[in-house]
C-alpha cells in the first residue's frame, strides 16, 4: 500500500516507522525546510516506550532521555503527592524533541521524506487519494494521513471550518539550557498562585528544561523573559525556586519559547475511506497533562493494528477512529479536571488518577 504522511514532526514519522513493519510504501511531506527540531523536551509515558520498542528504538530513546518523576509541589515548596498509586503512575521520560525527530527520521529513512513540500488539499476517488501540492503534480497514494499537527492542512480539507482555536490567556514558556547546580530531581510540577505552573526537570544528560506556564495570563507586556520571569514569580514564594528564577533570567531571549496554546475543535469526524487524521491534528488539547506525544503514537499503533488485519482501508479507518474517540471522550474530561484542580493537592490527585487510567487502558503495541 503506498501511503502519503503529512507531517514530519513525532507523530508523523512514529506513523511512517509503524506503517513500514507492515509493509507500507511510505513517504513524509514536511512543509519546513528541515526535519523540525523546534521544541525543548517531551514526556513520554510507558506506553509511548512500548510503541517505540516495537519500532526497535526503544533502548536508543532510553539512551538520551531521563528519568523523571511527577511530584508536585506548592509554590512554597511543599511536596504533594498522591496515595494510593503505584510508581508508574508517576515516572515517566523526558526526551529532547529534537533528538527524537531526529533518530525518528533516521527510522524512516531520510530518503522517504520530502521536505520544503506544502500539502494544499486532496482529491478522495473510490480507487485512490491524490494528495495536492503547492508546488508540483498531485501524489497518488491509497492512503493519505494528517499528521501535520494543531494547523493541519488536511483536516481543514477534511472538515472545512474546523481551524484550531486559542484558549484565551494560556501561555507557556520554556527553553533548554546547560545543568548547573539547580536540584538534580528538578521542581516539575510546582503549583502556584493566579492559574501558575511551572519548574524546571532534567531532559537528558547535562541538559535541563525549565518552563512556565498560565492559564489566566491577562496582557502581555515586556520581552519573552520578562514575561517568564514575571509568571515565574507566582511559583517562587520566600526564595525557595531561585534557582528557576535565576534560570530564566539567564536564557537567551532568542532561545525561550514562547507559545499561546491552540485547541483543536471536537470533530465530526477523523476519517473518510482513504484519509485519517492522527495526533494533534485530530486531537490537539492544552500540553498541561503533558501526554500529546504519548497519545499520538497510541494513535499509530492503533492505526498500524487496525490496516495489520487485512480488511478494506475504509473499515480499518472506521475502527481505528472509533476506538481512539472514545479513549479521548476521557482524555478531555481528565484534562479538564485538572486545569481545574484548586491547588497543587487536587493537582497531583487528578494527575495521578489521569496518569493510572491513561498507562492501564492503552493499548498494547
Given at each position: 500500500?503506498?501511503?502519503v504522511i503529512v507531517g514530519a514532526g513525532l507523530v508523523g514519522l512514529t506513523t511512517a516507522a509503524s506503517l513500514r513493519l507492515i509493509g507500507h510504501e511510505v513517504i513524509v511531506l514536511e512543509h519546513a525546510p528541515r526535519v523540525r527540531a523546534?521544541?525543548?523536551?517531551?514526556?513520554?509515558w510507558p506506553n509511548a516506550l512500548r510503541e517505540l520498542d516495537t519500532l526497535g528504538v526503544g533502548d536508543d530513546v532510553r539512551s538520551i532521555s531521563e528519568t523523571v518523576e511527577a511530584r508536585f509541589l506548592d509554590a512554597a515548596g511543599h511536596p504533594m503527592r498522591a496515595a494510593g498509586y503505584d510508581s508508574a503512575a508517576h515516572q515517566f521520560l523526558m526526551v529532547p524533541r529534537p533528538d527524537l525527530n531526529n533518530l525518528l527520521a533516521d527510522t524512516v529513512g531520510r530518503d522517504r521524506i520530502r521536505l520544503g513540500t506544502h500539502v494544499t488539499g486532496f482529491t478522495e476517488h473510490d480507487t485512490h487519494v491524490e494528495v495536492h501540492l503547492a508546488d508540483g503534480a498531485p501524489l497518488r497514494a491509497d492512503l493519505l494521513i494528517g499528521a501535520d499537527g494543531v494547523y493541519s492542512d488536511v483536516r481543514t480539507a477534511l472538515e472545512p471550518g474546523s481551524a484550531a482555536v486559542a484558549q484565551a490567556g494560556n501561555f507557556a514558556w520554556r527553553a533548554v539550557l546547560p545543568s548547573g547546580d539547580e536540584r538534580p530531581d528538578g521542581t516539575f510540577v510546582t503549583i502556584g498562585h493566579a492559574r501558575t505552573r511551572g519548574g524546571y526537570t532534567r531532559v537528558a544528560p547535562g541538559q535541563t528544561m525549565w518552563w512556565v506556564g498560565?492559564?489566566?495570563?491577562g496582557e502581555l507586556v515586556g520581552s519573552k523573559r520578562d514575561r517568564?520571569?514575571?509568571?515565574?514569580?507566582?511559583?517562587?514564594?520566600?526564595?525557595w525556586h531561585d534557582e528557576l528564577l535565576e534560570m530564566i533570567a539567564a536564557t537567551p531571549e532568542q532561545s525561550i519559547l514562547e507559545n499561546q496554546i491552540m485547541l483543536v475543535p471536537e470533530l465530526r469526524r477523523w476519517t473518510t475511506d482513504r484519509v485519517a487524521l492522527i495526533g494533534d491534528a485530530a486531537h490537539g488539547l492544552s500540553p498541561h497533562i503533558a501526554a500529546g506525544g504519548t497519545l499520538g503514537m497510541e494513535d499509530a499503533g492503533v492505526l498500524r493494528a487496525e490496516l495489520a488485519k487485512g480488511c478494506a482501508t475504509a473499515t480499518a479507518l472506521g475502527r481505528y477512529e472509533s476506538i481512539r474517540r472514545s479513549r479521548f471522550e476521557e482524555v478531555r474530561q481528565h484534562s479538564a479536571a485538572i486545569e481545574h484542580a484548586d491547588g497543587a493537592a487536587e493537582s497531583a490527585e487528578r494527575y495521578a488518577a489521569f496518569t493510572h487510567w491513561m498507562i492501564n487502558t492503552a493499548p498494547s503495541a
Open positions: 500500500m503506498r501511503t523546534a521544541g525543548a523536551g517531551i514526556a513520554l498560565q492559564f489566566d495570563a517568564a520571569l514575571l509568571r515565574a514569580g507566582n511559583v517562587a514564594e520566600s526564595g
